[in-house]
């Protein structure tokens, strides 16, 4: 009987140990068969998540091409994606050749859009209902894509100001990103396709403008510069625009780049005396416009 118990008794613990081990491996595959499920689940709810979000991104992109739509016509109906009348495209433009009894000058506004001055430019020009010219730098269209988007929502003109606003020489592929890449953002941030361009500083000899009067966008100078870029006192400022200023005229003034707080500060008392002298203002495009009219009637009567 001894032995009989010796026998049973390891060959008991062995059937335990199977018995414990099924019950183990059941167990397991059990926990395993949820945590199996979980995965089908996310993987379920990734296809889910990368499908809505495909489908949000499509329809953002959708809502961006309506509303550059929209500023496009916008920008049409108000006449400020016309292109520069014929004559002018190539061409060098410091003032414009009009009759006698038009007595009209176009301010124009350098290096923007820049914080807080474009604004302050901006209400002052609202406030005495005058339309100018905003030479935008490309990186400050990009940085401050709202404060180009008033510009134009205020009915004022724009022209191309460069990319980086570099004085140095350029070869024709650094030029035509300069100009273009700063074209296309204007386009895509207002609707307004520029055909206007002034070089940085006036420089007409550093590739950039050869490219851009190439290219046929009118290269518009100025016959008036307030040297507000020197940060002169106000009532020199003022004198400096004065100084030059005549009838079809451009004023070179300045909205970004720096501290343009003289520039703010005499820009009132500038429109006032423009007025107080028989002036109206009128933006750069509609300039060209009227000296093309001007010299047509010229050219009809001979």
């Known amino acids: 009987m001894e032995s009989n118990k010796s026998f049973f008794w390891p060959q008991g613990i062995l059937i335990a140990l199977v018995a414990i081990t099924g019950s183990f491996s059941l167990g397991l595959m059990m926990l395993l068969k949820p945590n199996a499920s979980d995965a089908q689940s996310r993987e379920s709810i990734n296809k889910n998540y990368i499908t809505a979000k495909t489908g949000t991104q499509q329809r953002l992109e959708g809502l961006k091409a309506a509303m550059l739509t929209t500023w496009q016509q916008e920008a049409s109906t108000k006449g400020l994606s016309s292109t520069v009348p014929a004559r002018f495209q190539g061409a060098t433009i410091a003032d414009a050749k009009l009759a006698k009894d038009q007595k009209v000058i176009a301010l124009t506004f350098d290096d923007g859009p820049w914080p807080q001055t474009t604004v302050q430019v901006l209400d002052i020009l609202k406030q005495n209902d005058v339309k100018g010219t905003f030479f935008v730098v490309g990186q400050n269209v990009k940085n401050y894509p709202d404060l180009m988007k008033r510009i134009v929502a205020d009915g004022h003109g724009i022209g191309n100001h460069t990319w980086h606003h570099w004085y140095h020489a350029m070869n024709p592929q650094t030029a035509a990103y300069?100009?273009?890449?700063?074209?296309?953002?204007?386009?895509?941030?207002?609707?307004?396709?520029?055909?206007?361009?002034?070089?940085?500083?006036?420089?007409?000899?550093?590739?950039?403008?050869?490219?851009?009067?190439n290219s046929k966008y009118a290269v518009v100078m100025w016959s008036s510069d307030s040297i507000d870029y020197s940060r002169p006192s106000v009532p020199k400022l003022i004198n400096n625009v004065f100084r030059q200023a005549k009838p079809g005229g451009i004023v070179l003034m300045h909205d970004g780049g720096g501290n343009r707080s003289q520039t703010v500060q005499a820009l009132p008392t500038i429109i006032e005396n423009f007025r107080k002298q028989g002036y109206s203002f009128v933006t750069v495009s509609e300039l060209l416009e009227m000296q093309d009219k001007h010299q047509k009637l010229i050219a009809n009567k001979k």
């Open 178 to 213: 300069e100009v273009e890449n700063t074209t296309n953002l204007i386009y895509k941030t207002t609707g307004v396709k520029t055909g206007l361009f002034r070089p940085p500083g006036g420089m007409m000899h550093n590739g950039v403008a050869a490219y851009a009067r």
